[in-house]
């Protein structure tokens, strides 16, 4: 901290609670944001698409006793330790983590999420921006530099990368900082950028969209690691690797339909693409997930899970008539499950915030 005395900061936390927040994110594409996959397929374009939602998850600082950093967030344990013996093999490791590279303790972090836990919709990595953005305020409350906005995702990345032991994607962190409608284009670490945003609907392009699209959460918690890692063991064994050029061909092309509004398209490339991967890991969808995929097709829709599935969240999308005659069939689906049903969003164009 550039020799910046402990007692300044513990000041600040004793005087304020630092808030932050960050959205979480529905998605297309997903995968493709990690560097084993974009940088042999790079001639393809290599590209996701995702939807920043305003379903936020919070983060507060406040003080704490000396010494010791203390983590709560809804549907984990509380957990306690000594800022020299923080895990980070831990359900709250990666917050850990980055109070550790911060190196600042006395502080009690609490987590707050607008979306279920676990539910695929990159809630952790939404934490992990907003968090980094709490940290950043403190320091700039104390006369230190502002961690400058797109160094944010990045750190956050680098440190669940980091923690992980497995290879990570951006795209999470990327819509939690920056917020709206985007594509982003992988370049990688060689290229003059590491990646390339472009923004897809304008502001009254979104308004439509937002009628357009059912959120489903399907009751079950997933793990995204299992699935993942299945799909970077294959892919690095030399197996369907046709499948993931055919994965690219699909995200490109949902991104040029709904930049130009054509719903039908872009229906039919996130049906291609969810098959595609289905054909690879049928464990994406459970009994009722399958449900909710064959509805949406056999409706005129398309539908897809959110994340890397096994779990979580499926989302549909389709012309405003469809999604509307699609809804209550969803909600029988769902209603079948406990703790399953639709969740109610709007899209956010925000982006991190501190909430002073």
Known sequence: MNGLAINDIRRIIENRTITASAPCRIDMGGTLDIGCFYYPLSFLNPCTFNIAIDMRTRIEIMPHRPGYIRISSRGFEDA??????LPFRHPMGLMFAIAAHFHIDGIHIDIASASPPRSALGGSSAAAVALIAAFSRILTIAGQPEIPLERIPLLAHAIEEG???VPCGLQDQLAAAYGGINAWYWHGKGADSLYRRHPVASEKGRTCFKAQILL?????????VNINSQWVQQFLSGKFRSHWAGIIRCTNAFIDAVSVANISEAVRQMNQETAIRL????DVFDDIGNLLFETACNNGCGARFTGAGGGGCIWALGESGDIADLKPLWESILSKRGGAGLLDFDIDDEGVKICD
């Open 216 to 224: 489903a959460y399907c009751g079950i918690p997933h793990e995204s």
């Open 279 to 282: 054909e690879m890991t049928p």
């Open 163 to 165: 923690v992980a032991g």
């Open 80 to 85: 306690e330790y000594r800022m020299d013996e």
